[in-house]
């Protein structure tokens, strides 16, 4: 064979594997880099064997970023309250991170004594561990969790998976057991949360919370006032400017097309912001 029939065959193996490795991606790219690396280890190696040597370092390549992905996804369903999720998930891999379960003994350590205690009212059987995504007022996408009555779960699922689906902002989804059981120090926190065994503030009667059967939503704007005298009162403390719902603000729970209090009104929940003798802007309970 002539030289230049020579050349013609080196350079059609050459450019075989280098469409095969994906290496063709221009000068100074790591997959350059890599289809370098294994025209050099497949130099003097018969054609066929070159093709299948850069076949293995594909696959071995795609395992383990596979094999990486896989445990990422396993850590977001473990992971604290408020961690940011950095991949791009799938319709399924989102699915997962919608999840519920018993409680646990992980989460009842957390809850003992503090969220939770032993009462004849609500059983710990009754309630339930959700993990959630939501959309941060950083519009990143975080995990949070939850635990509510076992009666709602499957819609509070459905509604925060609307809510996450529609980029609504929420910026802390975390067990109230973080603050101490301490609703006021929650609130201050903008923390969005449901069970804790409490009562009505300033009265002796349970609250819907107690039954995990009540939901806060961004708290902080949309506060808890009441009248007394006629003076207004605003809790948590800072969030009087909130109470004056006819402004527009951001994270306002019932504003025009507010999708939070749709959802929820669709789903059979009583809004606080509705009420007549207070208003519970953050405030959303199951009745039955």
Same mark, same amino acid.
């Given at each position: ?17 280098? %469409? ?7 000068? #100074? ?44 996804? &396993? ?12 991949? $791009?998930?799938?319709?399924? &891999?989102?699915?997962?991170? =919608?999840?519920? *379960? ?6 009842? $350590?957390?809850?003992? #004594? ?11 059987? +009754? ?9 941060? =007022? ?11 009555? +076992?009666? !709602? ?5 459905? !509604? =925060?998976? $609307? ?15 973080? @603050? ?5 120090? *929650? ?19 349970? *609250? ?11 708290? =902080? ?29 951001? @994270?306002?729970?019932? #504003?025009?097309?507010?999708?939070? %209090? ?27």
């Amino acid at each position: 064979m002539s030289k230049k029939g020579v050349k013609m065959v080196i350079s059609a193996a050459g450019m075989a594997i280098c %469409l095969l490795c994906g290496s063709c991606g221009g000068p #100074g790219t790591r997959e350059s880099a890599a289809g370098s690396a294994s025209l050099s280890k497949g130099a003097g190696l018969p054609l066929s064997e070159a093709f299948r040597e850069v076949r293995e370092e594909q696959e071995e390549r795609e395992i383990q970023e596979a094999q990486e992905r896989a445990a990422r996804l &396993e850590y977001y369903h473990v992971c604290d309250s408020g961690t940011i999720v950095e991949d $791009a998930l799938t319709e399924e &891999e989102t699915a997962s991170l =919608f999840d519920s *379960s018993e409680i646990s003994d992980e989460v009842f $350590a957390r809850m003992d #004594g503090v969220s939770y205690v032993e009462n004849d009212n609500i059983a710990l059987s +009754e309630l339930r561990y959700l993990r959630m995504l939501y959309m941060g =007022f950083d519009g990143q996408p975080h995990v949070g969790e939850m635990v509510v009555n +076992e009666q !709602i779960a499957d819609a509070v699922l459905e !509604i =925060f998976r $609307a809510l996450y689906d529609n980029g609504y902002p929420i910026e802390k989804m975390r067990l109230i057991d973080e @603050y101490g059981g301490d609703d006021d120090a *929650s609130c201050l926190d903008n923390n969005t949360s449901c069970f804790n065994y409490r009562v009505v503030e300033g009265s002796t009667h349970l *609250s819907r919370h107690a039954f995990g059967m009540a939901i806060d939503i961004n708290p =902080f704007y949309n506060p808890y006032v009441t009248w007394e005298n006629g003076v207004e009162h605003s809790s948590p403390p800072g969030s009087e400017p909130y109470a004056d719902r006819s402004w527009e603000f951001p @994270y306002k729970i019932g #504003g025009e097309g507010d999708l939070c %209090l749709e959802l929820f009104e669709e789903y059979g929940f009583t809004w606080g912001g509705n009420w007549r003798t207070l208003k519970d802007y953050q405030h959303f309970q199951m009745d039955s």
